[in-house]
């Protein structure tokens, strides 16, 4: 066995005898059996003169190492019996800064909102944000040329640099509505979250992009009973289990009866607060039925199918739930925002 | 809209106060949004008599006036008020608003000083009440009325004003009598209908005027009438107090009287002065490309073939269901009126709309779609209002062109269907009460099996399928009364494709891995500034905005190094200098996701980009390490592992965004060519631009070719129960040595005992010479299999020395 082999086996035995040493005599004991002066280190050591000289330097040198390392050990070791005796330990050091990343707000919020609907069975998609007007409008049953579409001011993009004539920036995650059911055969259950854009001046309340999360459901005999109860359920598992819903006739051309809907003010609880603006209500999302138009579109039969369609702002939401006033600091990116949630 | 709360009750008689008006309609799909207490405008407003009014000297034109407002002091006590009026005199009564009124516009009444002298008022003009635009001089109120009086009770307007938000689908609601309707459906009362009588002179309109319409499409029906003998002034006080209390400001009642039926009936009309008709015909027809027209805003605008004309023939009169002309506008000389009511196509005057870039009342209305039925009643009322207020004298009978009649549809309306939409039934004599209710007719009252034949009258163009009559249904019985129940929990079949669920899977460890590494989110908006996105990838194509709300955001971004550079540049503004952020987004430009098409998405590619600049937080173990383009390599060495991807390449590359030499290609793929992305350290014109002083490092990868680099799991790896022998050397090596290439070149040479070789320790300085660089090396050995012999090991450290010595020139400092 060559000396280096030796050293190499003694490491190993120190460290398991240290390794079970119960005390700190015991500690004391395992050291003078391998470092003491008559101890097994030293013993291999003597042995050292013997070999040839260029054999020497790397045995003294392993040997040092085996040394430090087995005194580090010893010391590690004693420190774990009695810690609060070494009076070179400041316990109010600060530790270690293990930081970890914060995800951005609306992504979780995007996230929050899509957990609750998975458990409820509801598929997460997605879509282009860069759309034709027939996905963006046609199929959603905006006619040419309809009042309804300056409800949705809409971005247009430039047949220029190789791009094809007629494309815009999607005003709605509905787009995912038509290529969900464009690719798959009813019963759907689908949510969609994304990145939204309407042409809107830049302010505290309005930003000309936003997200969105649409929800769909179509089947034998899915009813406006069936949208109202998913929406009440979210509702009160994503804020509060005492939240109440009012829903207001509106106009959407991809639904019909439409709805907007409005939820009890979770500060004040209906009685009236500037968060509600003394109204005891927030506007927190849109929906109706599916208008026949949307199914027969994409070659749904409306006589035999029917279903719910909704969507929510994110960017909305999430002001309600952490009451921020201004929607730009979602795209400022500032740390001392972001690192908040 | 605007509509006038008396207005409505005078029409559907019911008890409900202005807010319980509003909460119902709005429950009921006619969202009305304000209510107004137009008694509570005149808060602080009252009858003032003017005690005396001198000029001021270093004014040229205002005034110092002393107004009494207390009639127990006979105006001793008075305020002292600057007024700018030329009119304004002593002894006038005059409107004050004193300290603390608020006007119709949120100005606020204060106290004020003005050449050293005390303004502790206004005398309001009628503009400044938005009683009419007549701003030239102060309202001076008659001599009968007592001073101090509260000004709500000489403008007699006890009512509210109804603000509504109507949805475009419900054109039938944007009047009085709209409104109504559906007041009387919600409550049971019965509508009483203003009554329509005319006293008609015995000539006939016809014998003055023909109506031809040349585009039948555009125009399908033009009515007129004549008036003559009109004295054109002010409006009586009720007409004008039902104008203001629906938003309408009083002009003279000629004017009033078209606005006021257009607000009534919804029916826009049109006053013309006659004698601009002298061809004694109205011709209506499409302008020709180019023409210019002024309207009467005085402004003049450039007209194409969209737009249609009122014409006598050969001059241009009115933009048909959009502007009159200034030309033939009612003046103070008018005696003869041409009245129109006309029923105007609504997509052709939306083209018409945008053509003249106008917007107004009589657009609004056409564009949704009016009664194309109600023209006859709403010129008849129009002439006999015109008879009452201006003492015209209407001639015998209307000229009506009116080729093809517009017909009431029937649709059919199965109660059963209503159930399967709504999950509760309503009963079949309920349905036919709600829908009798709104006015639309049930042509088989009564019927038991087949489907509820429902008569639409023409005021209700939205309605022509029977999810309509579903709708409206729903909206009066209310969505409150339809009960929630549980259908959205059936099962469905959620399957996803493969691509797309290897790329939502490859995202979702990206995502944690980064937080995990503390590395924060940041969320681009997409668009951006087509300049700046110039600087950062020159020559590469963007996708442009056509409209653009202003250049910052007038493209789309085609790279993240554009979005994470903005957030660097805000937060290194605001002091915050350690920067760890990254971003999983879509970028855009012209086809480039035609090859990779999970989502169908054309133009956009997900990435995921991330910047460093800066430092980890200091600490006293660590001390200060810096946030660099090392932290970056480790970052793709931990998205790597927990992503299972295959190797990845730095291949020197030009990026103008990086500095050059320090700037690379990342590649991995099959044959390892494939670029999937960039990294370099930022080039610092770019840093400049973006006011960051201080080294950025960045690297954008491309999420699709990371998702083809997944490598298949290579199932359980026995563990091995041999201890492993470490081995350190420390060399002196050339600069020009890439450690990275002679750690891999270790790792080959050693072999398969060879578990890993690190990097423990580089240095530079005083101990070492120039030109080199020491590095110190850890090697690990072990065998799967047996424990290794220490001369086993040593054979093959010494194998490494010398291929470190052949191959890189090292000179071995120490074992
Ligand atoms: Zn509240």
């Known amino acids: 066995m060559s000396v280096l082999s030796q050293i190499e086996s003694l490491l190993a035995k120190a460290g398991a005898e240290l390794q079970s040493a119960a005390s700190a005599d015991e500690v004391e004991q395992v050291k003078v059996r391998y470092l003491g002066r008559k101890g097994e280190l030293p013993g291999i050591l003597k042995g050292v003169k013997d070999l040839p000289v260029e054999e020497r330097k790397p045995v003294g040198a392993a040997a040092n190492k085996a040394r430090v390392m087995l005194d580090g050990q010893v010391k590690a070791k004693l420190e774990s019996f009695d810690s609060s005796s070494d009076a070179d330990f400041d316990y109010t050091l600060p530790g270690s800064p293990l930081t970890v990343g914060r995800p951005h707000l609306l992504v979780r919020t995007m996230a929050d909102i899509a957990e609750i609907f998975s458990r409820k069975g509801f598929l997460v998609a997605n879509g282009p944000e860069i759309e034709s007007d027939r996905y963006n409008f046609g199929a959603l049953n905006f006619p040419p040329d309809h009042p309804a579409r300056d409800m949705q001011d809409t971005f247009y993009l430039r047949e220029a640099n190789g791009l094809p004539e007629g494309l815009l920036l999607r005003t709605h995650t509905s787009n995912v509505q038509v290529r969900q059911f464009e690719s798959r055969t009813p019963p759907v259950k689908i949510i969609a979250p994304g990145k939204v854009f309407r042409h809107e001046a830049v302010s505290s309340r309005a930003y000309c992009v936003f997200h969105q999360v649409e929800g769909f459901q179509v089947g034998t005999d899915i009813t406006l009973g069936d949208l109202k109860g998913v929406l009440l359920a979210f509702c009160q598992e994503y804020f509060a289990e005492n939240i109440e819903l009012r829903f207001r006739p509106s106009f959407f051309p991809f639904t019909e009866p439409s709805a907007e809907v409005d939820m009890s003010c979770l500060l004040c609880a209906g009685k009236g607060c500037s968060i509600c603006k003394y109204d005891g209500w927030l506007e927190i999302l849109g929906c109706g039925m599916i208008d026949p138009n949307v199914m027969s579109a994409v070659g749904y039969d409306p006589e035999v199918l029917s279903g719910y369609a909704f969507g929510m702002g994110v960017e909305r939401i999430a002001m309600l739930k952490h009451r921020i006033t201004d929607i730009r600091l979602f795209y400022e990116n500032d740390l001392r925002f972001l690192r908040q949630f | ?815």
Not at chain 2, 71 to 95: H, M, R
């Open chain 2, 1 to 815: 809209m605007k509509i006038s709360y008396n207005w409505v009750r005078d029409i559907a008689p019911v008890d409900w106060s202005p807010e319980e008006m509003a909460h119902r309609l709005t429950l009921a799909g006619t969202a009305c949004e304000t209510v107004i207490d137009l008694s509570a405008r005149f808060a602080k407003m009252v009858v003032g008599r003017v005690e005396s009014c001198v000029a001021i000297e270093k004014s040229d034109h205002l005034r110092h006036a002393s107004v009494s407002i207390d009639k127990e002091s006979a105006g001793k006590e008075t305020l002292s008020i600057i007024c700018g009026a030329p009119n304004v005199a002593a002894g006038q009564l005059v409107a004050v608003a004193q300290v603390g009124a608020v006007m119709p516009d949120g100005m606020k009444i204060e106290r004020r000083k003005m050449f050293g002298i005390a303004s502790e008022g206004m005398i309001l003009s009628e503009r400044e009440l938005e009683l009419s635009d007549e701003h030239e001089g102060i309202i001076v109120l008659p001599e009968n009325l007592e001073v101090g009086a509260p000004l709500a009770t000489v403008f007699g307007v006890d009512d509210y004003t109804l603000e509504f938000e109507l949805t475009p689908n419900r054109p039938d609601s944007m009047c009085a009598i709209g409104i109504a309707r559906d007041v009387a459906a919600l409550s049971g009362c019965t509508m009483n209908r203003p009554e329509i009588s005319l006293t008609e002179s015995s000539e006939k309109s016809s014998d003055i005027i023909q109506v031809e319409i040349e585009d039948t499409e555009f125009c399908p029906r033009y009515a007129a009438r004549v008036i003559r003998g009109v004295k054109v002034g002010p409006s009586p006080a009720w007409l004008r107090d039902r104008l203001v209390a629906s938003g309408q400001s009083s002009i003279n009642n000629v004017v009033d009287v078209t606005n006021y039926v257009m607000l009534e009936f919804g029916q826009p009309l049109h006053a013309f002065d006659l004698s601009r008709f002298d061809s004694g015909k109205v011709v209506v027809k499409r302008a020709k490309a180019k023409e210019k027209f002024v309207t009467l805003d005085e402004i003049e605008r450039e007209v194409d073939e969209s737009v249609l004309m009122i014409t006598n023939g050969s001059d241009y009169l009115a933009a048909g269901g959009v502007m009159g002309g200034l030309n033939s506008s009612i003046t103070d000389d008018t005696t003869d009126v041409l009245l129109e009511a006309a029923y105007f196509d609504p997509s052709s005057i939306r083209k018409s709309k945008r053509t003249l870039g106008l917007s107004t009342d009589s657009s609004a209305r056409f564009e949704r779609g009016i009664d194309p039925n109600i023209t006859i009643i709403a010129i008849d009322r129009a002439a006999q209002l015109l008879a009452e207020v201006a003492g015209g004298e209407p001639l015998a009978g209307v000229v009506d062109n009116y080729p093809k009649p517009i017909e009431p549809l029937l649709v059919d309306l199965r109660p059963e269907r209503c159930h399967q939409i709504l999950g509760v039934e309503v009963k079949r004599p309920e349905i036919e009460k709600i829908l009798s209710g709104l006015e639309l007719g049930i042509a088989n009252p009564g019927a038991k099996t087949e489907a509820i034949s429902v008569k639409v009258p023409t005021f209700r163009p939205d309605i022509t399928r029977e999810i309509d009559l579903i709708e409206e249904v729903t909206r009066i019985l209310g969505f409150d009364n339809i009960p929630t129940t549980k259908g959205y929990l059936a099962a469905t079949d959620n399957r996803k494709t493969e691509a797309v669920e290897i790329q939502d899977d490859l995202v979702s460890t990206l995502w944690q891995t980064l937080l995990g590494v503390g590395f924060n989110e940041i969320c681009g908006s997409g668009l951006a500034d087509g300049r700046l996105l110039e600087l950062i990838d020159p020559g590469e194509p963007q996708i442009v905005v056509a409209n653009p709300i202003s250049d910052e955001f007038g493209s789309m971004r085609n790279s993240l190094a554009y979005s994470l550079l903005n957030a660097a540049r805000v937060n290194v503004t605001h002091q915050t200098v350690d920067l760890q952020l990254f971003e999983l987004g879509n970028i855009y430009a012209p086809g480039i996701g035609k090859k990779d098409n999970v989502l169908n998405a054309d133009h956009e590619r997900m990435r995921l980009g991330v910047l460093v600049t800066g430092q980890l937080q200091p600490h006293w173990k660590t001390g200060r390490d810096n946030l660099d383009f090392y932290t970056l390599k480790g970052v793709i060495d931990s998205l790597r592992g927990e992503a299972r991807l295959a190797e990845l390449k730095l291949v020197p590359a030009k990026y103008p965004v990086f500095q050059s030499g320090q700037s690379f290609e990342l590649r991995g793929g099959v044959k390892k060519d494939k670029v999937v992305g960039r990294i370099g350290n930022v080039s610092s014109k770019l840093l400049k631009r973006f006011d960051i002083k201080q080294s950025v490092s960045l690297m954008e990868l491309d999420i699709a070719e990371l998702s083809r680099m997944i490598q298949p799991g290579r199932g359980y790896q026995a563990l091995s129960k041999f201890p492993a022998s470490d081995r350190d050397l420390s060399l002196l090596l050339d600069e020009s040595v890439l450690v990275g290439e002679m750690l891999k070149g270790v790792e080959r040479v050693g072999g398969e005992l060879v578990e890993k070789a690190v990097v423990f320790d580089l240095f530079r300085g005083k101990q070492v010479p120039e030109g080199k660089k020491s590095v110190a090396i850890s090697v690990r050995y072990r065998s799967a299999n047996k424990s290794l012999e220490s001369s086993e090991v040593d054979g093959l450290q010494q194998k490494i020395i010398v291929y470190l010595k052949q191959e890189f020139k090292a000179e071995i400092r120490e074992k």
